[in-house]
Nanobody, 127 residues
């Protein structure tokens, strides 16, 4: 069993930066895919970024490429989402999630592939 604890988030202005953290307990992230998703008010949860722990490969949705960066700290067993040049449209509740059971039928770009979820953290970007 993996427990995910998120930290970070808050209220910022357009152009500012924030860093979200997702720390695992219960076991290490080794061989997991760890993703960040977000859900804006009255919208569906959407994929933001993910990192494949063992390889370090990262993937992003188009709207955040060049602005967001996902990274990992092996020692701390923590995944970070550095968000730069924030825009009002980035406003949402952000969730980290982890999976070790993704497949071509359950690709890690979809929330349904993830078994474990953090508690969510609000990010609000003012214009």
């Amino acid at each position: 069993q993996v427990q995910l604890a998120q930290s970070g988030g808050g209220l910022v202005q357009a152009g500012d930066s924030l860093r979200l953290s997702c720390a695992a307990s219960g076991r290490t992230f080794s061989s997991y895919v760890v993703g960040w998703f977000r859900q804006a008010s009255e919208k569906e949860r959407e994929f933001v970024a993910r990192i494949h722990w063992n390889s370090g490969n990262t993937y992003y949705t188009d709207s955040v490429k060049g602005r967001f960066a996902i990274s990992r700290d092996n020692t701390e067993n923590t995944v970070y989402l550095q968000m730069n040049s924030l825009k009002p449209e980035d406003t949402a509740v952000y969730y980290c999630a982890a999976t070790s059971t993704w497949s071509t039928l359950r690709p890690p770009s979809r929330s349904s592939a993830y078994n474990y979820w953090g508690q969510g953290t609000q990010v609000t970007v003012g214009s």
